[in-house]
């Protein structure tokens, strides 16, 4: 879909999405906070079409799916059940030099091997060119050591993985030189905070992680409202919070985004792995829908003996992010694990009661769980294009463009009059305006020379764009009265259509 892909490319789309009001740094007027982003009008938009069209595919068009919106922080008890209280945690490293902190698995390292010796050690953070980048700076070791002999290809290791005899020789990061970094430790990732007046223990409640366990721990109330039958799923979109100890990549990896998961309760004897492989296509096809293009995803299947306990599959779909194939959408089978441990802490059965099979059992679940920001930032990279288009005199330039699926484009049509001094244009134009607004999102813009508020439109992603001019109000002849430009975004092609024709083609097309 989108063109020329440059090494740049995250920068231009973070420059993009400031300028253009999409997403900003949260608190920036106070140097920041690491991990916050505020979403601008641009993004707002384009946040809550992606979360609708997810909404409507995965509960408003469905039977089998029902919607709920739990509570952001729930009883404690419930992340205990669930394995938050106890385990959802990210090994943590600290350089006592510089006293930053790392994830132990985004640490890699090598230990420089020359003549089958072990002469030092070299270390990266997580990236696209770990084995690369690690050579090369086993090959700069060597030399600035004056080492004579063969240099061993590097064996790239994570800080996970370090023996407590290496850690000491292992390089930081942040500062180039061993004998600082920490051995890894447990750090969970809940946000802790404080219900009531008493700031002590008892008072203690979690900011939800992910939003998952609010289907469980509702699913007998859900159950009891007689609308389902296994199989059904429970959708929830909201936010979760982690205290991540590397925010990075822009909004891929935040502190505190939004989710949309949905639980899909199975009986326990049918076949998950065909409703494993049903979710993952499902998902895949929902974003292709969505603009993101099939060629840019993939699958991860985690490797068996990296799986929790409880886990039959899990499967991520993986997207090419500028800064590597990463994670984007995670599709998990998890057994009965979790209406088992909620039933088991709270005392309450958890059971489903086939009246076919007159069985009780507690179902099983496939659970595809995906973070939105993440996705909004898969449609910008897909989005992003450079190509070249006309100026005002005519001379060839880059235009900066944002191929936005119609679907979830922020504005979808930009409604100008061609000369903001002419007070007919203007009042056919608002008339223009008025017409659209009942059916999209409308956006008006009288100021500049055409051409530039064509470009600022491109650069938002608005898909049409309608000029009023002088033949819209019939001075080139009755024949042309009340017909307006159409002007296509990304083709750039532009179709005289009757005014009384502009809602229904729309229509179409954004929808
Ligand atoms: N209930 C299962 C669960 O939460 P997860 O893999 O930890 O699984 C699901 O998260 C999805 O949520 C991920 O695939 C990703 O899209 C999104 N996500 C997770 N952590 C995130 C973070 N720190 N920032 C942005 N999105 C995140």
Request: aromatic residues 10%; glycine residues 6%.
């Amino acid at each position: 879909m989108a063109e020329p892909k440059t090494a740049d490319l995250m920068d231009k789309i973070v420059s993009l999405c400031k300028r253009r009001g999409f997403i900003f740094q949260s608190s920036e007027i106070y140097g920041g906070i690491n991990g916050f982003w505020d979403y601008g009008p641009l993004g707002v938009e384009l946040r809550k079409n992606i979360r609708d069209c997810w909404w409507n595919d995965m509960v408003r068009r469905r039977d089998d799916v029902v919607g709920l919106e739990s509570s952001i922080i729930m009883h404690p008890k419930v992340w205990e059940a669930s394995g938050h209280v106890g385990g959802f945690t990210d090994p943590m490293v600290d350089c006592k030099v510089s006293k930053q902190r790392f994830r132990a698995d985004q640490i890699f390292f090598s230990a420089v091997v020359v003549d089958g010796k072990t002469v030092g050690y070299v270390t990266v953070l997580e990236s696209e060119r770990i084995a690369e980048e690690l050579q090369e700076k086993a090959e700069t070791f060597k030399r600035k050591k004056a080492i004579q002999g063969k240099l061993e290809p590097v064996q790239p290791r994570d800080f996970t993985e370090a023996k407590s005899e290496e850690i000491p020789l292992i390089p930081s990061p942040a500062t180039g030189e061993p004998g600082s970094l920490t051995p890894p430790r447990a750090f969970n990732m809940m946000f802790e905070t404080y219900v009531g007046a008493l700031r002590d223990e008892s008072a203690v409640a979690y900011l939800r992680p992910e939003t998952a366990q609010g289907m469980f721990v509702d699913f007998k109330a859900i159950l009891d409202t007689g609308r389902v039958k296994v199989p059904f799923g429970i959708a929830q979109v909201g936010k979760s919070f982690r205290n991540e100890i590397t925010p990075r990549n822009f909004i891929f990896r935040s502190r505190e985004f939004e989710q949309m998961e949905m639980e899909y309760f199975i009986a326990d004897d049918d076949d998950w792995a065909k409703w494993h492989r049903y979710w993952i296509d499902w998902c895949r096809e929902w974003l292709v829908s969505v603009g993101i293009p099939a060629s840019s995803l993939s699958e991860y299947n985690h490797p068996k003996e990296k799986l929790a306990f409880y886990s039959k599959g899990t499967t991520d779909l993986m997207f090419k992010y500028p800064f590597g194939v990463q994670e984007l959408w995670g599709i998990a089978a998890r057994g009965d694990y979790d209406l088992t441990q909620h039933s088991k802490a709270s005392g309450q059965p958890m059971e489903y009661f086939d009246d076919v099979k007159k069985k009780r059992y507690v179902p099983h679940v496939i659970e595809p769980a995906v973070g939105v920001d993440r996705i909004l930032l898969a449609i910008l990279c897909s989005a992003y294009c450079e190509d070249q288009a006309p100026d005002e005199k005519g001379k060839m330039e880059t235009r900066t463009v944002l191929k936005l699926h119609p679907r979830i484009a922020p504005i979808k049509v930009a409604v100008f009059p061609l000369l903001k001094n002419k007070p007919e244009l203007v009042k056919k134009a608002l008339e223009v305006r008025d017409l659209l607004r009942p059916y999209m999102t409308v956006f008006y813009d009288e100021a500049g020379a055409i051409g530039r508020r064509y470009r600022r439109q491109d650069e938002a992603g608005t898909p049409f764009g309608v000029t009023i001019d002088f033949d819209t109000l019939g001075e080139k002849g009755p024949e042309l009265a009340d017909t307006v430009t159409l002007r296509e975004r990304d083709t750039m092609k532009q179709e005289r259509i009757k005014i009384s024709e502009l809602v229904p083609k729309l229509i179409e097309k954004v929808r």
